[in-house]
């Protein structure tokens, strides 16, 4: 079936714009995760959503930073008034009941 | 408490060797550990994981083993293929009070299998 998706695969901006990045997770996944990885680093922890359950923001570097998912399904994160250190991969996974997590392929971010 | 340190950060292995990398946890409520393969430019794959209840865990070339009372667990890659060159990452949870499984990941090992 089909994994999960993430669009765009690459996005340019500028320091200071605001941008969205989307993640559509696998059908019927209960969980969804958001994470940064960064030039040669490991995954860095941002959100997670888990059905209905008010989200774990804790991961969230700033305030510039917001996610949402909307009906169970699709997320999206935001990144307001991008800075050059928001540069990194952001990557999306989903979980049923919370069992082996299945990455996208990652939105990578390039603020200039 | 949260950290989980993995070693080596890289790895160069002959083909057909053994590929070993280590990590280790220090919260001893983590209770799943996953191990995932990432190829440049792909997200990460799931490739095996263990709960602490067995003490190793093997899927074809690929065994977890995992010690409990030094909170330690390492992936070994048997006869180690030049399509093994990834980059490998461990990572820990504690089950969360609804099943969710928070991830906490080590820094990544960089492989590399000679052909």
């Known amino acids: 079936g089909a994994g999960v998706s993430q669009s765009p695969s690459n996005k340019v901006t500028e320091k200071g714009k605001d941008v969205e990045l989307r993640c559509d997770p696998i059908s019927g996944h209960t969980a969804l995760y958001w994470y940064r990885q960064s030039l040669g680093q490991g995954l860095e922890f941002l959100i997670y959503f888990q059905g209905n359950s008010a989200p774990d923001k804790s991961g969230l570097p700033s305030d510039r930073f917001s996610a949402e998912r909307t009906g169970g399904s699709v997320s999206t994160l935001t990144i307001q008034r991008t800075q050059q250190e928001d540069s990194a991969v952001y990557l999306c996974a989903s979980s049923l009941f919370g069992y082996e997590q299945y990455f996208g392929p990652g939105t990578r971010l390039t603020v200039t | 408490q949260q950290q989980v340190k993995q070693s080596p950060q890289s790895l160069i292995v002959q083909k057909g060797g053994i590929s070993i990398i280590n990590c280790a946890y220090e919260?001893?409520?983590?209770?799943?550990f996953p191990w995932y393969q990432q190829f440049p430019g792909k997200g990460p794959a799931l490739l095996i994981a263990i709960r602490p209840d067995v003490s190793e865990k093997k899927e074809g070339r690929f065994t977890i083993s995992f010690n409990k009372s030094a909170k330690q667990f390492s992936l070994h890659i048997m006869d180690s293929q030049p399509g093994d060159s990834a980059t490998y990452f461990c990572a820990a949870a504690p089950s969360g009070t609804s099943g969710t499984y928070k991830y906490i990941f080590g820094t990544g090992t960089r492989l590399k299998v000679l052909a």
């Open positions: 919260n001893t409520a983590f209770d799943y």
